[in-house]
């Protein structure tokens, strides 16, 4: 496998955010936990806003990124809205339930050690590999 | 306000992070999903990456007692289902939260199409399941 510098040290950011985040405020950073909480509007003070500014934030992050390095011309336009649809209402309700995603099981939970989060990272690839071969047969 | 500055630093860090690695190019992500296809690994060097720093950072970090409260956790089929169902989601448009959200506003036409229904299953999920602590 070819060393990739540039997503190592993307995954290296990443990481270092999800450390910052629990060593300053014992807070993990999954980004589905954090629609849900801003979803839930509940909590005083800076418990209830700092998800809605990490979700702000990690728009700003990426903006930075985009000025000082074009990424706009390689990005995805005019994908099928169907497929769109049923992946953010699965995305949605699976993280919900399953309580994390790519971040909150992948990296942090992981990162923590966490049995559940080791087998839900398991399975959310496994099904993601799957369905990405599925669609492959069928086109 | 230092827990907002503190969000606000992690956040961009982190979007920064996904930026850099093309985690936000979701052809990308089908292509490192399409094992059985046209495989492009690039992807595994960023999840290696941070976990090189969570599980050490983790590991320093970590009370005795969250570590226990840790090993408690329990493999149900909450846990099972919602994570299968989250992978199909995934594959089929190559958007999980964390990049859809940080690259919004660059193709916010395409976003909101998979953004709404995301936001529409978490009230809907909400409301059958209830709001539960972790």
Sequence with gaps: ?139 | MKKLITALICGTLFGFGLAMSEMIDPDKVQGFLDIFGDWDPTLAWVMGGALLVSIPGFALLLSKEDKAHIKQGVIDSKLLVGSALFGIGWGLSGYCPGPALSVAPLIITELLWFLVPLVVAMVVAGAIFGREQD
């Design chain 1, 1 to 139: 496998m070819e060393f990739q510098w540039q997503a190592l040290t993307g995954g290296i950011l990443v990481g270092l955010s999800a450390v910052l985040l629990f060593m300053s405020m014992r807070k993990i950073a999954g980004i589905s936990g954090m629609i849900k909480q801003v979803l839930s509007n509940k909590g005083n003070g800076s418990d209830r806003w700092w998800p809605l500014v990490f979700i702000g934030s990690l728009m700003l992050g990426t903006w930075i990124y985009s000025i000082l390095f074009s990424v706009e011309s390689s990005l995805r336009e005019g994908y099928p809205k169907e497929l769109l649809i049923a992946s953010g209402l699965l995305v949605g309700f699976g993280t919900y339930i399953g309580k994390g995603c790519t971040s909150g099981h992948g990296v942090c939970g992981i990162g923590r050690l966490s049995k559940r989060s080791i087998v839900a990272t398991i399975v959310f690839m496994l099904c993601a590999v799957i369905t990405v071969a599925v669609m492959g047969a069928l086109s």
